[in-house]
């Protein structure tokens, strides 16, 4: 199974700050024949179901605000929120379809000052 | 719009069944691959399984920690997926949620859940 690790845990920012986290698998989610990475990022507000931020590691989702920029490749990714916002407050998790079984990492926990 | 409504949660002793039902609504739900995750409390979520549409045969792929204990279907005249839980076990508590994918093998939409609990 491909493991996908997050960093750090969590992370407590004042409203307007940058924020990265990490996601890190371990083996390469970047498929040489499409040079896409196969590496999607979620947010889970309290009491919520996940929603779909970006795809192919750095494609935004319809709707979701620009100030969420996704990068990397290879086994090296981030999730970058450009100036947070109080409605950011949230679980951010990586997920993998290079292979399956689909695999998630354990989750970025976002706190507000 | 899009909405999932999962269906079919409950209380179930180990060694119990227990079938999930997801209402599809909001897109043409033969055309798309279908999951289940579920999530227990605190913890990341955990794919379980995936279908594929009609024009791929309707296979399926299973995440071994439920190989041979679920088996995932689908109802396209319905827009109905579900997923039949057999043997169940204490570890198998945990919000199950159904999710339609994207282009690709991500998840571009999630139902609100239901709540699965195995206990005596």
């Known amino acids: 199974d491909i493991v996908m690790t997050q960093t750090p845990s969590s992370q407590a920012v004042s409203a307007g700050e940058k924020v990265t986290m990490s996601c890190k698998s371990s083996q390469s989610l970047l498929y040489s024949e499409n040079k896409k990475n196969y590496l999607a990022w979620y947010q889970q507000k309290p009491g919520q179901s996940p929603k779909l931020l970006i795809s192919w590691a750095s494609t935004r989702e319809s709707g979701v605000p620009d100030r969420f920029i996704g990068s990397g490749s290879g086994t090296d990714f981030t999730l970058t929120i450009s100036s947070v916002q109080a409605e950011d407050l949230a679980v951010y998790y990586c997920?993998?379809?290079?292979?399956?079984?689909?695999?998630f990492g354990s989750g970025t926990k976002l706190e507000i000052k | 719009e899009v909405k999932l409504l999962e269906s079919g949660g409950g209380l179930v002793q180990p060694g119990g069944s227990l079938r999930l039902s997801c209402a599809a609504s909001g897109f043409t739900f033969a055309d798309f691959y279908m999951s289940w995750i579920r999530q227990s409390p605190g913890k990341a979520p955990e794919w379980l399984s995936f279908?594929?549409?009609?024009?791929?045969?309707?296979?399926?792929e299973y995440n071994p920690s439920v190989k041979g204990r679920f088996t995932i279907s689908r109802d396209d005249t319905q827009n109905v997926l579900y997923l039949q839980m057999n043997t169940l076990r204490a570890e198998d508590t945990a919000i199950y949620y159904c999710?339609?994918?994207?282009?690709?093998?991500?998840?571009?939409?999630w139902g609100q859940g239901t709540l699965v609990t195995v206990s005596s």
């Open positions: 997920e993998q379809y290079y292979d399956t079984p689909l695999t």
């Open positions: 279908i594929r549409n009609k024009a791929n045969s309707y296979t399926t």
């Open positions: 999710a339609k994918h994207g282009g690709g093998y991500w998840f571009a939409y």
